[in-house]
């Protein structure tokens, strides 16, 4: 019984070595597939939604009007001797007398709302009495340009991203139907204190690209984030054109319209919006459970922009699929008639990645990254 239990002992110890060195050689050999790449992207819990003011408008400023052009004192006439025939005056013509009248119309300070009578200096005038010097220079502190951007709205938490270029796939849709494509590539460059923005969007020919709209933004990075300076812009048969954010006025101007209007702090151009957006989803994500507001400058007017948070989504990128926060700034009746739509990348320092601009005629143009490469180190 005991050599029959030894011989039993020794078989299973067998052929458990055997079993494990078979298991070990398998473990070990070479797969025949080749080795994949994992990669994973970063996904953040929407924040919770939090009710807005409503927008409100942003007017435009009044013009300062032309301070009235001092009066001459009346001179006396020299007593003539009694031996002296008087001079007799020499006619005006009509034509003369209505370039005068036209001229001291345009000089005279008119009040909105007030009578003549009700003007300061109307009682003066009547009785031969010159009214009181005007300061030169002075103006009504309504059309007085403020000192730097005026407060208002909501002041957010900004993180910029890096700088980054990227080429893009243009495609559009008209009205009709018809398809275009075409490319456009946009660029991001800050070194912490100073910032460099440009969109150049074209279609691409044999040997050249045409160049469609070339949109440069250049300025400053402040407490508040992208604070512009100038931004031009130059469309194909069209003269260029350039914002002006006048931030030691306090006002916004433009090359194409005498129009001024009030600088808010934070206020963007069209070359910036995307990453100062990018940059407050980067600062706080929290931050986007509200409606952003910002004031933007663009041609001839500067208006608030409201972007909403749509949801989380997935793109198809020539790079892939991407997941993405879909922002969307709604149509605003008596200002704009266009849905702007722009998605982040979270996973990518919140570059964005897509941008759709939908007409009022039902015409749609989509920008989409294609290939993307940071530039600092």
Not at 79 to 105: F, R, W
Not at 363 to 377: E, G, I, N, R, Y
């Given at each position: 019984?005991?050599?029959?239990?030894?011989?039993?002992?020794?078989?299973?110890?067998?052929?458990?070595?055997?079993?494990?060195?078979?298991?070990?050689?398998?473990?070990?050999?070479?797969?025949?597939?080749?080795?994949?790449?994992?990669?994973?992207?970063?996904?953040?819990?929407?924040?919770?939604?939090?009710?807005?003011?409503?927008?409100?408008?942003?007017?435009?400023?009044?013009?300062?009007?032309?301070?009235?052009?001092?009066?001459?004192?009346?001179?006396?006439?020299?007593?003539?001797?009694?031996?002296?025939?008087?001079?007799?005056?020499?006619?005006?013509?009509?034509?003369?007398?209505?370039?005068?009248?036209?001229?001291?119309?345009?000089?005279?300070?008119?009040?909105?709302?007030?009578?003549?009578?009700?003007?300061?200096?109307?009682?003066?005038?009547?009785?031969?009495?010159?009214?009181?010097?005007?300061?030169?220079?002075?103006?009504?502190?309504?059309?007085?340009?403020q000192d730097g951007p005026r407060q208002g709205g909501r002041r957010y938490k900004v993180s910029l991203p890096p700088s980054a270029t990227f080429d893009m796939t243009v495609d559009?849709?008209?009205?009709?139907?018809?398809?275009?494509?075409?490319?456009?590539?946009?660029?991001?460059?800050?070194?912490?204190?100073?910032?460099?923005?440009?969109?150049?969007?074209?279609?691409?020919?044999?040997?050249?690209?045409?160049?469609?709209?070339?949109?440069?933004?250049?300025?400053?990075?402040?407490?508040?984030?992208?604070?512009?300076?100038?931004?031009?812009?130059?469309?194909?048969?069209?003269?260029?054109?350039?914002?002006?954010?006048?931030?030691?006025?306090?006002?916004?101007?433009?090359?194409?319209?005498?129009?001024?209007?009030?600088?808010?702090?934070?206020?963007?151009?069209?070359?910036?919006?995307?990453?100062?957006?990018?940059?407050?989803?980067?600062?706080?994500?929290?931050?986007?459970?509200?409606?952003?507001?910002?004031?933007?400058?663009?041609?001839?007017?500067?208006?608030?922009?409201?972007?909403?948070?749509?949801?989380?989504?997935?793109?198809?990128?020539?790079?892939?699929?991407?997941?993405?926060?879909?922002?969307?700034?709604?149509?605003?009746?008596?200002?704009?008639?266009?849905?702007?739509?722009?998605?982040?990348?979270?996973?990518?320092?919140?570059?964005?990645?897509?941008?759709?601009?939908?007409?009022?005629?039902?015409?749609?143009?989509?920008?989409?990254?294609?290939?993307?490469?940071?530039?600092?180190?």
């Amino acid at each position: 019984m005991l050599l029959l239990c030894g011989a039993t002992l020794a078989l299973h110890y067998a052929a458990i070595d055997w079993v494990g060195g078979r298991l070990s050689a398998q473990t070990h050999r070479a797969s025949e597939l080749p080795p994949s790449l994992m990669t994973a992207q970063l996904r953040l819990a929407l924040p919770k939604r939090v009710e807005s003011a409503p927008l409100e408008e942003i007017k435009p400023l009044a013009k300062a009007p032309r301070p009235p052009a001092p009066r001459p004192r009346p001179v006396p006439a020299p007593a003539q001797p009694a031996s002296v025939e008087p001079i007799t005056p020499v006619p005006v013509s009509a034509a003369e007398a209505d370039n005068g009248l036209a001229a001291a119309l345009a000089d005279a300070p008119i009040a909105v709302g007030e009578s003549t009578a009700a003007q300061p200096g109307a009682a003066q005038a009547q009785s031969g009495t010159p009214p009181p010097d005007v300061a030169q220079g002075e103006t009504p502190a309504s059309a007085a340009p403020q000192d730097g951007p005026r407060q208002g709205g909501r002041r957010y938490k900004v993180s910029l991203p890096p700088s980054a270029t990227f080429d893009m796939t243009v495609d559009r849709v008209d009205a009709d139907g018809t398809k275009w494509t075409g490319a456009a590539t946009m660029t991001w460059h800050t070194d912490g204190n100073r910032y460099q923005a440009s969109v150049e969007a074209g279609v691409s020919l044999l040997i050249t690209r045409l160049n469609l709209l070339v949109l440069r933004s250049e300025g400053a990075i402040d407490d508040y984030g992208i604070a512009p300076l100038k931004v031009t812009e130059k469309r194909t048969r069209r003269a260029e054109t350039a914002t002006h954010f006048n931030r030691d006025a306090g006002t916004i101007t433009f090359s194409a319209s005498e129009r001024s209007y009030p600088l808010l702090v934070g206020a963007q151009d069209k070359a910036t919006v995307p990453f100062q957006l990018g940059g407050i989803g980067r600062a706080d994500v929290n931050q986007l459970g509200g409606d952003i507001d910002i004031q933007v400058g663009e041609d001839k007017e500067a208006t608030m922009f409201r972007f909403q948070l749509v949801g989380e989504e997935e793109i198809e990128t020539k790079m892939g699929k991407l997941v993405t926060w879909h922002l969307s700034r709604p149509p605003k009746p008596g200002s704009y008639s266009s849905r702007l739509d722009i998605w982040l990348a979270p996973g990518l320092n919140w570059y964005p990645v897509q941008i759709r601009n939908t007409e009022a005629s039902g015409a749609l143009t989509t920008q989409t990254v294609s290939t993307m490469k940071m530039t600092d180190k």
